[in-house]
């Protein structure tokens, strides 16, 4: 298993500004996820950061908007850019578990609320 | 990968025993049945997985027809701490290390 904490855990911030939410993981993994889960709604993928290499974005995410980090292979931040209140949600860390594809570890989440 | 649905909410009452069906019509040969838990607040987490018949851990069971064109989570005595939304997924075991696709999940709620 992987254990995974998300800083900050919750922020309110207005509209026009940045928030940056750092991920770390308790150890080394290739593939980290970033999701987004509006409220009251599934969880949907945002990008895929390999360390190494650029994020990979899902359709409707650009990286001017979610410009993801992977310094190594135990941390990744995601910036949500030039914020509006359609930005509000809980955005979330993942990685793959070693033993099978099927098996996914998240953070906690981190809590944003635009004004 | 195969579109799944369940139904978006349940209620049940503690000490009852619940069951959650997800129905996976385009389920491929090489694909499991997956499901995660999300309590408030949290992130989700795996519960069980299956191929074909029926599965049982400490969490839940899972059964599977032979056709594996659905699943059923079973929680056998639910308590108030089993409220939380409940996913299935299906998908293949590769190597290809993809992220998980979540559906809209099935809401339990468990009464007092």
């Known amino acids: 298993s992987a254990v995974i904490s998300q800083k900050p855990s919750r922020d309110i911030c207005q509209r026009g500004t940045s928030l940056t939410i750092q991920c770390q993981v308790d150890?080394?993994?290739?593939?980290m996820f970033w999701y987004r889960q509006q409220p009251g709604q599934s969880l949907t993928l945002i990008a895929t950061a390999n360390q190494g290499s650029e994020a990979t974005y899902e359709s409707g995410f650009v990286i001017d908007k979610f410009p993801i980090s992977r310094p190594n292979l135990t941390f990744s931040t995601l910036t949500v850019s030039n914020m509006s209140p359609e930005d509000s949600s809980i955005y979330l860390c993942?990685?793959?578990?070693?033993?099978?594809?099927?098996?996914?570890?998240f953070g906690p989440g981190t809590r944003l609320t635009v004004l | 990968l195969a579109k799944t649905t369940q139904p978006i909410s349940m209620d049940s009452y503690e000490g009852q025993e619940v069951n959650i069906t997800c129905s996976h019509n385009n389920i491929a040969t090489n694909d499991y049945i997956t499901w995660y838990q999300q309590f408030p607040s949290q992130g989700p987490r795996f519960i069980i997985q299956g191929y074909k018949t029926k599965v049982t851990n400490e969490v839940a069971s899972l059964f599977i027809p032979a056709d594996r064109k659905s699943s059923t989570l079973s929680l056998p005595r639910v308590s108030l701490s089993d409220t939380a939304v409940y996913y299935c997924l299906v998908g293949p075991m590769d190597t290809g290390r993809r992220a998980l696709t979540f559906g809209s999940g099935t809401r339990l709620q468990v009464q007092p």
């Open positions: 993942s990685v793959l578990g070693l033993a099978s594809y099927n098996e996914q570890f």
């Open positions: 150890s080394q993994v290739t593939m």
